[in-house]
């Protein structure tokens, strides 16, 4: 009796990097340059997952491989299976998501033409990464109380300033000041921490950090 042939689909990895520069919701695209499907082009932070590696030990790796970024948190985003998302093959990608702090993403040294775009300028990227993109923006937003992404976007200490400015940016709207202080403390999220903080012609402004590693 002749056996029946198996015939798999090439799993890979890609990641969407979310960091606030200049009070803008950036994400890092890389070069993509796969002729004669993608010429001059941007993509994701990605590539196939190695035999002898898990889809965490992948993603790892293609981000510093082809970012030069040391990535400390991610989070699994979702699969994308769709038939013809790669024109070379049948490839189903695991997205992931991860979150850099504004002092992380400017002292980082960016390598192999990786750059942060902001979200609301994106070119059409390579594959179906605009799609993906797309996922993780509103999952961002959608968990962004419930997750330990706004704590990977401020620095380890911050003032309410600073940590309405995150939401904000994120959320795509200006929240009322007195608002959004009285929700974040009826949450009992937050802590004082030692010390203050100067801005411009500004008095100090008091310290927090987050109490938990989940916000939620």
């Known amino acids: 009796m002749r056996k029946p042939e198996l015939k798999f689909a090439i799993i890979a990895t890609d990641s969407v990097i979310f960091t606030i520069l200049n009070e803008k919701l950036k994400i890092l695209l890389v070069p993509v340059n796969i002729p004669p499907y993608f010429h001059d082009m941007q993509g994701l932070p990605g590539g196939l997952i190695a035999p002898d590696e898990t889809a965490e030990d992948s993603v790892f790796r293609h981000i510093r491989n082809k970012t030069g970024l040391d990535i400390g948190y991610i989070e699994q985003l979702s699969t994308f299976s769709a038939i013809n998302r790669d024109p070379r093959g049948r490839v189903v990608s ?37 799609e993906i993109v797309n996922k993780a923006l509103e999952n961002l937003r959608a968990k962004i109380w419930h997750t330990k992404f706004v704590q990977s976007l401020l620095p380890s200490k911050f003032t309410l300033h600073e940590i309405q400015s995150v939401f904000d940016v994120i959320l795509g709207v200006g929240s009322d000041k007195r608002n959004f202080r009285t929700k974040v403390f009826n949450l009992d999220i937050l ?10 012609a500004h008095r100090p402004a008091e310290l927090y950090s987050f109490k938990a590693s989940k916000v939620l």
């Open 94 to 130: 695991v997205a992931y998501t991860a979150c850099l702090s504004e002092e992380q993403a400017t002292k980082s040294i960016l390598k192999d033409g990786a750059v942060w775009v902001d979200v609301r300028s994106l070119p059409k990227l390579a594959y179906d990464h605009n």
């Open 191 to 200: 802590k004082k921490v030692p010390g203050k903080k100067m801005k411009g």
